[in-house]
């Protein structure tokens, strides 16, 4: 079974620009979750999908914003980049159904991310 | 809101020593416990998890880890390490089945040969 992909492993970006990452889950999970790892923060919850619906929001401004599609792909945007967005992007999916269900959360290598 | 604790941010260790990580975390309700580990260069990959029965977890690698609910603690162990562990680990939690994961900030584990 393929584990969590995530595209692109390595982007670029300048201040002010917008980026578009992508995550394709294990085949059969439905839900999708991103995490920000930085090495002052650690990992940061971002926002969970399932279903093409956003379950759970982390702390982070407007700016980053996240959708699934009917076959659980994920996209995570993030706008008017700032310096500070330069991290590792990491996609988790998990076969969880319910709302509370325990799975645990499989992790893709991660896109990372440099704002110049 | 929950929070994960870990204690020992790098730790340097000879090979066959004993590994105990420290990891509490402070939620009231029901908690799910994981940790992860992520070696060098790759992704994160579950170690062992708690979600209910024997407090006494194994994982994967001969790591084991006890979940003693008295003291919020979920602390991990191998009681010999090897080159190869060396790695960053994560514990992590959530609560009541829901997905979102509060990560603690990790321990940076080098093991000498």
């Known amino acids: 079974k393929a584990g969590v992909t995530q595209t692109p492993r390595y982007l670029i970006k300048t201040r002010g620009q917008q980026v578009t990452l992508s995550c394709s889950p294990i085949?059969?999970?439905?839900?999708v979750s991103w995490y920000q790892q930085t090495p002052g923060q650690g990992l940061q919850f971002l926002f969970e999908y399932f279903s093409e619906t956003q379950r759970n929001k982390g702390n982070f401004p407007g700016r980053f914003s996240g959708r699934q599609f009917s076959n659980s792909r994920s996209e995570m945007n993030v706008s008017t980049l700032e310096l500070g967005d330069s991290a590792l992007y990491l996609c988790a999916s998990s076969s969880r159904q319910g709302v509370l269900e325990n799975t645990e959360a499989f992790f893709g290598q991660g896109t990372r991310l440099t704002v110049v | 809101a929950q929070s994960v604790s870990q204690h020992n941010h790098h730790v340097i260790l000879s090979e066959a020593a004993s590994l105990e990580l420290g990891c509490n975390y402070s939620y009231g309700g029901t908690v799910n416990l994981f940790w992860y580990v992520q070696y060098p260069g790759q992704h994160l990959q579950l170690l062992l998890k708690y979600f209910s029965g024997d407090p006494l977890v194994k994982g994967i690698k001969g790591f084991e880890a006890e979940f003693i609910k008295s003291k919020f603690s979920f602390n991990l162990r191998k009681p010999s390490v090897q080159w190869s562990d060396t790695a960053e680990y994560f514990c992590?939690?959530?609560?009541?089945?829901?997905?979102?994961?509060?990560f603690g900030t990790g321990t940076k584990l080098q093991v000498i040969p």
């Open positions: 085949s059969g999970h439905r839900s």
């Open positions: 992590a939690v959530n609560s009541g089945g829901y997905q979102k994961v509060t």
